[in-house]
């Protein structure tokens, strides 16, 4: 059998081979160990290309320093003015309707004594009774409600450095950014650099569109699904479409995780199944107006992807990311479409330039005789 020396060349590819393997084992356990600020760092830019825009703006009339921290404190107090407005209405508004649902689940015993079907079904099967219990222990649960409530709080408050540090790392990108594309654009060769600052005003143009689109998107959902729940009556019809707009941010499952949710509010504080057929008839047909209509021409400025590219973005995004993912999902794919576009339209011009070359020496060339 043959004997590896070390200055064998079998055996310096053998030994190569091993430290490469080696090394990128190292390198994904790393990555996975810091799978956490590598995240934030993705959200951080994410945040950083979104709010270029605006920053941009302000900057025309002070300076960009100042810019940043105005364009911030917007974003800051964008959700907590919505939270200091919402938040004690939702809990009133959920109080009452959890000391009115009992009078709900009698009207839907009295709707079924009023149906043939219905009251043989029950005569079988006596669901009435359940949903009457359920709905008599509901308001002695209050109690319990706020002690999930304020679970909720303590995780929000440990997420608070989360949210902190990612706002930080953005507003260092923002101030940085530019000057970082700058030398990034510097330190390619000559002749790539053009193409790579193209690839990169087009990555933060998509990714700019792309999140005015949905936010757009997402508000004109919300305010009809305000009108909608307004006219059936709902009496808190605010939050159940802030609700429906935050939900709206998920690209494919939000609007629809959103209107089920919405639907079990619906069965209870409208007549029954008016309102519930009504509001699952208007989710039905909203979807397909915005899938259709809605979506491709708020988004036609943005760069485009297949459905099925998106399905597919959303999902690996959702699986390895959670919510976060599914957001992220749809620009991360447009981004990475768009770098293999100019790298295509690269290879087509490298491969056209030197066929446009060797021309030459052929035509040159004499002829054999």
């Known amino acids: 059998m043959r004997s590896l020396a070390p200055g064998d060349p079998l055996g310096k590819a053998v030994l190569r081979t091993v430290l490469i393997v080696v090394a990128v084992v190292v390198t994904l356990y790393v990555i996975y160990l810091l799978r956490t600020p590598i995240i934030w760092l993705v959200i951080a830019a994410f945040i950083a290309v979104a709010m270029s825009g605006p920053v941009n703006l302000f900057s025309r009339a002070m300076k960009r320093g100042l810019a940043i921290a105005l364009s911030y404190l917007i974003l800051v107090l964008i959700p907590v003015g919505l939270g200091a407005l919402l938040i004690p209405t939702i809990v009133n508004q959920a109080e009452t309707l959890a000391n009115d649902v009992p009078r709900y689940a009698r009207d839907v015993t ?23 219990s359920v709905a008599g222990d509901l308001p002695t ?16 408050v440990n997420s608070i450095f989360a949210v902190v540090t990612i706002l930080i790392l953005s507003v260092f990108m923002v101030g940085g950014g530019p000057r970082w594309v700058r030398a990034f654009v510097a330190a390619q060769p000559a002749s790539h650099r053009e193409r790579v600052e193209r690839a990169l005003e087009h990555i933060a143009r998509a990714i700019g569109n792309y999140v005015g689109g949905v936010l757009v998107q997402a508000t004109i959902a919300a305010s009809f699904a305000f009108i909608v729940l307004t006219i059936l009556g709902v009496p808190f019809a605010g939050p159940l479409a802030l609700l429906y707009f935050f939900f709206e941010l998920i690209p494919v499952v939000g609007a629809t995780i959103a209107a089920v949710l919405i639907a079990i509010v619906v069965l209870f504080a409208t007549d029954f199944p008016v309102g519930l057929i009504i509001w699952i ?17 708020i988004q036609r400025r943005a760069a485009k992807l297949e459905p099925f590219v998106i399905l597919v973005a959303v999902l690996f995004g959702a699986t390895l990311f959670g919510i976060v ?16 576009r100019e790298y295509v339209h690269f290879r087509r011009e490298t491969a056209s330039a030197r066929a446009e070359l060797a021309e030459p020496g052929r035509a040159g060339r004499p002829a054999r005789g």
């Open 325 to 340: 993912g599914a957001i992220l999902a749809i620009p991360m794919a447009a981004s990475i479409q768009i770098a293999i």
């Open 110 to 132: 009295a709707f079924v004594n009023d149906n043939q079907t219905l009251r043989d079904l029950n005569d079988k099967y006596d669901f009435t009774t359940e949903i009457e």
């Open 141 to 156: 649960h209050l109690g319990d409600a706020a002690g999930i409530l304020s679970d909720i709080g303590v995780g929000v």
């Open 281 to 297: 008839i208007f989710a039905i047909v909203y979807q397909q107006v915005e899938n259709y209509v809605i979506q491709p021409q």
